[in-house]
């Protein structure tokens, strides 16, 4: 399998748009979270992101607002900033049976950490993987164009995570970007589906 090392923005531009298409489940409550749990800890690999409020003074940041785990079909999005990170939820991410994919991760574990301490097992990021295959544009955006032939939409990326509600175009990009992630692993492990 070959990929492009780089890509431009037109080129990403020309590009048919991509967005996940299955179910989104919003979790900003304690009482929907078991059964989210309970689901994703039966899975083998998940797309993994958060989301903070954007900072726009230097030296000024925010605490993760939302953390997404997606399977094929079903993305779960956690509003950490009204549930904090519970035991349970850690517990997933500690999981070392459960792989966990993503795009430059460190800085999202970081962040996990800082809000409740715990072992991330079985985190993999594609940023790494994608070296292995010569493609010199890591972001999430260009690396989605480059394995996968999509346009990634990052309209939202400076939207408010913490707001009274998430809009549909919230819910949508933040679901697509974990969901992204589990795709291109697929698509560079050469990995069908889950069904």
Known sequence: MTFKNKI????????????????IHLIDRHSS????????????????????????????????????????HDAFLFRLNRLGLPPSLKKILARSSILKVGVAIHDDLGKLNGLQAFEPGAFHDLQHMAGQYGIEDRG??????????????????????????LTPAQLRYAATDAWVCLAMYRRLTGQSEEE
């Open 140 to 165: 999430l955006r260009k690396l989605a164009a480059i394995i996968l032939g999509i346009r990634v939409s990052k309209a939202q990326q400076l939207s408010n995570w913490e707001g009274d509600e």
């Open 33 to 72: 979270l078991k059964e989210a749990v309970e689901f994703l800890s039966r899975q083998k690999i998940l797309g993994f992101d958060t989301e903070s409020r954007p900072s726009f003074r230097k030296g000024q940041h925010y605490a993760v607002s939302l953390l997404q785990l997606a399977t094929d």
């Open 8 to 23: 431009s923005r037109q080129e990403i531009e020309a590009l048919p748009q991509g967005f996940f298409q299955g179910n």
